[in-house]
Structures are given as C-alpha cells and as structure tokens.
C-alpha cells in the first residue's frame, strides 16, 4: 500500500471511497492535486478516474475512518476503560466475598464464633452479617442464650480499641437463634434457614 491514499469525497448524498495511487508530498498527493492518476508506473495500479467507485464494504471502511477522529477514539478508550473498571471492580467484589465465606465457614467448624462470622458463613455479605447478626442477638435473649465470653481488642474491621468483653455463639447455639429468627428480608431469611440446618 506504499504510495496509494484512501480519499473520501463529499460530493454526493453518499461519500465516495477512493484508492489513489498518487505521488508527490504529504501523503503522497500535494492538497491542490488531483487524486486521479498516477504517473508513476511502479506505484501500483491505476484507476482512470478518482471517482470510481469500489465496493460497498470498502466504502463503508473508508467512512468508519473518516468517523473515528482523534476526538472520538479518545473517548471510545474512555468509555471501554470505564466498562472494564466496572467489570474488575465487580469481580473482585465477588471473589472477596468468596473468600471471606470460605474463611468463616472454616473457623465456624473450629469453636464459638461471633454472630457475624456465622452470618457470612451463611453466604452473608460483611455490610449484611451485621443486620442479621442483630436481629439473631435478639432471639438470644429471647431464648437466653448467652454463649462464650471472650475478650478482644480487634473489631471485625481490622481497628484496635481498649479490651472490651465480647460473646461468641457455637454452631448448636446459632441453630436455635435461626430457627426462632424470623427476618423480613429474603437474603437474611436464606441465611436463616442455612443456619438453622448448619448445626
């Protein structure tokens, strides 16, 4: 393709494509030249006159370029950069919550656990198992079960604070705390249920 321009003409209703096999300055054809034919007997081949017109898939690949100017692809790249953003950003949300399933639902089989903890070994997210968690408290104390004293110094979160007295529940204790649970929203009724049958 050495020697030869794509020229799009506007003269019609519908642009024109043609493949000039011109010589000269920039781009091979000088602005005021025409784009016809070439003098040049080792350019290529010849078309006898600069409107001739080629194929439509090659007229529409002349127009798709003369469309993507560098405003336009600059903001393709934008948008595409947006999409894949969105879509890492959800994965790695679904794979942490894999994770943190995975890491609770092992150390649930290990001794008392916090009510959090068995919340997201339910298949709870960590913003979740606080609600549910809660509301389980309350069938505790309905039930008065009490559990495990513990003492921490490290929230679930990750910060450090003063030791205060905590409690943590077995997978029996939860059981009995999900059956006389009865949650409004699905995904806590689901994990209910799961909890229920965890024991």
């Not at 007229?59 to 879509?87: C, F, S, Y």
């Not at 994965?91 to 008392?112: E, F, K, S």
């Not at 997210?125 to 039930?143: D, F, I, K, P």
Request: charged share 25%; with cysteine.
């Amino acid at each position: 393709m050495a020697g030869g321009v794509l020229a799009v003409t506007f003269g019609g209703p519908v642009p024109e494509v043609v493949w000039s096999t011109c010589s000269g300055s920039a781009f091979g054809v000088p602005r005021s030249a025409s784009l016809g034919v070439s003098k040049d007997k080792e350019a290529g081949p010849r078309l006898d006159s600069n409107r001739a017109r080629l194929t439509p898939t090659t007229r529409a690949i002349g127009v798709a370029i003369m469309a993507l100017t560098p405003a336009r692809r600059r903001a393709r790249r934008q948008v595409l950069a947006a999409a894949l953003r969105e879509r890492t950003r959800t994965h790695r949300a679904a794979a942490r919550a894999r994770r943190d399933t995975v890491r609770a639902a092992r150390r649930v089989q290990n001794g008392p656990r916090s009510l959090a903890t068995h919340a997201i070994a339910a298949g709870l997210e960590r913003a979740q198992a606080s609600g549910c968690a809660s509301g389980l408290r309350t069938a505790a104390q309905r039930l008065g079960i009490r559990g495990t004293a513990a003492r921490i110094r490290r929230t679930s979160t990750g910060h450090t604070r003063r030791a205060v007295t905590v409690w943590r529940y077995s997978r029996d204790e939860v059981a009995l705390m999900a059956a006389a649970y009865r949650p409004r929203r699905p995904d806590y009724r689901a994990a209910a249920a799961r909890l229920a049958v965890a024991a």
